[in-house]
């Protein structure tokens, strides 16, 4: 992969980045877990836009399977347009920002502490107005990201919930599997996805399916190749694409198939099997596969870990990808690092 750009750089910067997080915040994390362990909490609310985001919808996955307690997305205009006040009484609320200091996620994260819950902020600014208003401040330990475009920041909040689960659960198989993610995430940068990009050359549209936890890097994927190649790509899980987005399926369709080894994938790899047979372009990250094309990955040998290494190989292709159309992915149109709303 090239590192002409900022966000190749990045790119080449996870594994030393989720290294770092493990080394210089596990114990600031395990603090914040032994809380939730002490809490109880009935349930647990998010609280983030864009990237971090599809950080807490994966979170929210990774929690619930894990613990069998409810996690609920609040809006932040909530607080910040609407001044609701919210019963959260006996939970948890996660705010993930990577500035921490968009006026609408600062709003809410200070309304749910008011609420009555315990506010955990994951963040890349430890000295955020987010932290400063919060019971516990995760530093995602990223370093500074200077491309439009998030990657190691989106990695590393991700990595600081699982961790936060893991310590929180006292999950010891989960905490070796994490602990073994930078070395996976060198592999993972190193699989080569091109032939997925000859699928692309002639349509501005794709289709980014997962299930579970891989849904929510769908949705990931997904804002990446609007925010760096200009083109339409739509997220979705593999039972809800066999209702009416399966419309839009015709010939040499593509489709890009995000399996994780976990319980989902033998149902994904039908699905994609399925798309493959109605004529789309599919390519999955299964062995399970017959029809559809299957690109590298690098597995890890644990449910809940196994999506990460995917974003990972999908941002290395997406800003190859990018600069093979003649677009710059880190200055992307009408775009810009840091959007503040209210």
């Not at 603090?31 to 349930?43: D, V």
């Not at 419309?247 to 149902?267: M, T, Y």
Request: charged content about 20%; aromatic content about 4%.
């Amino acid at each position: 992969m090239s590192e002409a750009t900022h966000m190749g750089r990045e790119i080449a910067e996870i594994p030393d980045a989720a290294a770092r997080l493990l080394d210089a915040s596990e114990g600031a994390i395990a603090a914040a877990g032994r809380r939730l362990g002490e809490l109880r909490p009935r349930f647990l609310t998010t609280v983030a836009r864009g990237s971090s985001d599809h950080a807490a919808s994966f979170l929210k996955y990774a929690i619930e399977i894990s613990t069998g307690l409810p996690v609920a997305s609040i809006g932040p205009s909530i607080a910040s347009i609407y001044g609701t006040t919210l019963k959260l009484s006996d939970s948890a609320c996660l705010s993930i920002s990577q500035s921490g200091k968009s006026p609408d996620i600062v709003a809410l994260a200070r309304a749910v502490r008011e609420g009555g819950a315990v506010s955990i902020a994951i963040t890349n600014t430890a000295d955020s107005p987010l932290a400063g208003i919060s019971d516990h401040t995760l530093d995602i330990s990223a370093g500074a990201e200077r491309s439009v475009a998030a990657t190691k920041t989106f990695v590393n909040s991700a990595l600081a919930g699982l961790l936060l689960l893991a310590h929180w659960t006292g999950d010891r198989q989960l905490l070796a599997a994490l602990r073994s993610l930078p070395a996976l995430f060198e592999t993972a940068i190193g699989c080569d996805w091109m032939d997925l990009g000859g699928a692309l050359d002639t349509d501005a549209s794709l289709f980014i399916l997962g299930r579970g936890p891989s849904h929510a890097i769908a949705n990931e994927a997904a804002l990446k190749f609007k925010e760096t190649c200009a083109m339409h790509a739509e997220a979705y899980s593999t039972a809800e694409v066999m209702h009416g987005p399966l419309a839009l399926v015709s010939k040499d369709f593509p489709v890009l198939v995000l399996a994780a080894r976990d319980a989902s994938e033998q149902s994904v790899a039908e699905a994609a099997d399925g798309l493959a047979a109605r004529g789309a372009a599919v390519f999955v990250t299964s062995l399970l596969a017959g029809r559809a094309r299957t690109l590298p990955h690098a597995a890890t040998g644990h449910p809940l870990t196994d999506p990460l290494p995917l974003i990972v190989s999908f941002y290395s292709f997406v800003e190859a990808f990018a600069r093979r159309r003649g677009l710059d992915p880190d200055r992307p149109p009408n775009l810009r690092k840091i959007t503040e709303t209210i």
